[in-house]
């Protein structure tokens, strides 16, 4: 073997490996993805979330990798996840069945007027979709921005999938950074939105609700959105249907298959899929930072909203609502309940008002889900 | 020479007036049509075909659009953009007259804001019906609740 074929092959060699091939905007692109791998384990941060996203992202920002292609026209490990997972939908709905699974909707069923707080709360969902259309948005792109208001992890990726899937990485990281966030944004929307006075009232005590009530209201909802909204029924259905197994109490193994196992394997396959969407090339442009922006103030006027919701409620009821649990509205759930809770004991040190706020909290789960399939019946 | 040269400036003067006659805002329009109404955010035109002609001329025209989506109604088609062209809608209506008539309207602020007030409101209905139904239900079993719990005191 010459000499100049020993240094072909060695140059044959190193053009297979990454170094060769190595893209300077990919660094950019690994101080995101430990930015948000930093947020989740030191901050703990939406942990369950932004660590596979942030490990997502710094995966497939490697030159030749064989993650998102596909090969002989088989698609590559998470192509796969993401083809199968994301595109035909199913990640969002089993990861509801499991939310379902995990949620006592006792709260809303015993002070339904609550519901009326979820509605209001997606205020700012359709302010977004305005501001984001005059950025130059399509009206697609700009629905699937807009739903991030709606604090809705698995809604917002659904909505993004079927409307704008070009966006999902950005969608997806901004919903879920902004939900966990929740602390930090909403204290001082509420408290320049509210008045001392308004802080420390007291509301009575929630009525106890009957299984029966419990078991029904997951019949009850699952029909009404489907008259109404059908095209979000993939969601709201299955989350229902976790609801209705926890609440019979018929299916103990199901029930927790689907809270537990099942929940925890599709969270691994949502965020490393979705993290795996954000390659330097199509991530680095101006459309993720404006949706970051823009997101914040979705999420403000949304917070806004919901308390706007209650005062307005206030003038036609005699026993008044704290406009505290207004900012509940916005699904984020249990955290935004919890705002409500700090905010009012900081008011007033033994008005406690989690479970009052939980009733809006779970409202905003379905207000978030009717304004996304307000979306998807406009587009589809 | 000379002839050369103001056969092309007339050439260039001519050409816009026709390149203009084929698009409305960037619309396909179908040449040789009669224009009924146009102003700036309107062309109401008609044409010697049928309908089915004029939706194939609009399906060829558009097929590389990305946001377009097209919807049959009763009486007309309609064809929708939902991204960011300067028109918004292309109605062909529908009818066995051998003449079909043509509207193209301009993307507006008005049908963006109108339908997401509507769809906001939409979010509410729908949340009111749930409340509703919720306390419909909730009284009826409370009732029978209540009932039942009487009949195990009297007894």
């Given amino acids: ?380 | 020479m000379k002839k050369y040269i103001l056969f092309l400036i007339g050439l260039a003067l001519l050409l816009p007036p026709s390149v203009m006659a084929e698009d409305f805002l960037k619309a396909p329009v179908i040449p040789g049509g009669k224009v009924l109404v146009k102003n700036d955010s309107r062309l109401e035109f008609s044409v010697p075909q049928g309908h089915n002609e004029v939706l194939a001329f609009y399906r060829n025209a558009l097929k590389n659009s990305k946001d377009i989506r097209i919807r049959e109604w009763k009486n007309e088609t309609y064809i929708e953009d939902d991204g960011n062209l300067p028109w918004h809608s292309i109605t062909i209506s529908k009818g066995e007259t051998g003449e079909t008539k043509v509207i193209i309207v301009k993307d507006n602020w008005t049908w963006i804001l109108g339908t997401l007030v509507l769809r906001f409101v939409g979010v509410f209905i729908v949340l009111l019906l749930l409340f509703v139904a919720m306390m419909i239900s909730g009284s009826i079993i409370s009732r029978s609740v209540g009932k039942a719990e009487a009949k195990k005191a009297a007894s």
């Fill in chain 1, 1 to 380: 073997m010459t000499f100049n074929e020993i240094m072909d092959l060695l140059n044959g060699i190193m053009r297979t490996t990454g170094v060769f091939n190595f893209d300077p905007k990919v660094i950019v692109m690994w101080a995101i993805a430990s930015l948000f791998i930093y947020l989740a384990i030191a901050k703990k941060y939406e942990p369950l979330l932004l660590l596979p996203i942030g490990f997502g992202i710094f995966i497939v920002n490697f030159p030749l990798v064989p993650m998102m292609g596909y090969e002989h026209g088989r698609p590559q490990l998470l192509q796969f996840f993401y083809h199968y997972g994301l595109e035909w939908e199913i990640i969002p709905c089993v990861i509801f069945l499991g939310l379902g699974a995990m949620t006592d909707f006792g709260p809303l069923i015993a002070n339904p007027k609550t519901l009326l707080i979820g509605a209001g709360a997606q205020l700012g969902v359709f302010i977004t979709f305005t501001g984001t259309v005059l950025a130059g948005f399509t009206l697609k792109e700009a629905a699937s921005v807009g739903i991030i208001g709606g604090a809705d992890g698995p809604t917002t990726v659904y909505l993004t999938t079927l409307l704008a899937p070009q966006l999902l990485g950005a969608n997806a990281l901004a919903a879920y950074s902004y939900m966990a966030m929740v602390p930090l944004i909403q204290p001082p929307i509420m408290r320049m939105m509210t008045s001392k006075e308004e802080r420390t009232i007291r509301m009575r005590q929630l009525r106890p609700v009957s299984k029966r009530e419990k078991m029904l209201f997951p019949m009850v909802t699952a029909g009404i959105i489907a008259l109404l909204v059908p095209s979000v029924i993939p969601l709201m259905g299955m989350f229902m249907l976790g609801n209705l197994m926890k609440e019979s109490g018929a299916v103990g193994r199901l029930t927790e298959t689907a809270q537990g196992s099942l929940m925890n394997i599709v969270t691994i396959f949502l965020g490393v899929s979705v993290g795996a969407t954000m390659y330097a090339d199509k991530f680095l442009s101006w459309k993720p930072l404006f949706i970051f922006g823009l997101g914040l103030v979705d999420f403000a006027v949304c917070t806004i909203g919901g308390i706007l919701t209650v005062k307005i409620m206030n003038l036609f009821l005699k026993e008044k609502i704290n406009p505290l649990i207004g900012s509940a509205g916005v699904s984020a759930v249990p955290m935004a309940a919890r705002v409500s809770q700090m905010e009012g004991l900081k008011a007033d040190n033994t008005n406690h008002l989690l479970m009052h706020a939980m009733g809006p909290n779970l409202a905003g789960v379905i207000g978030s889900a009717a304004a996304a399939g307000m979306f998807i019946a406009m587009f589809h």
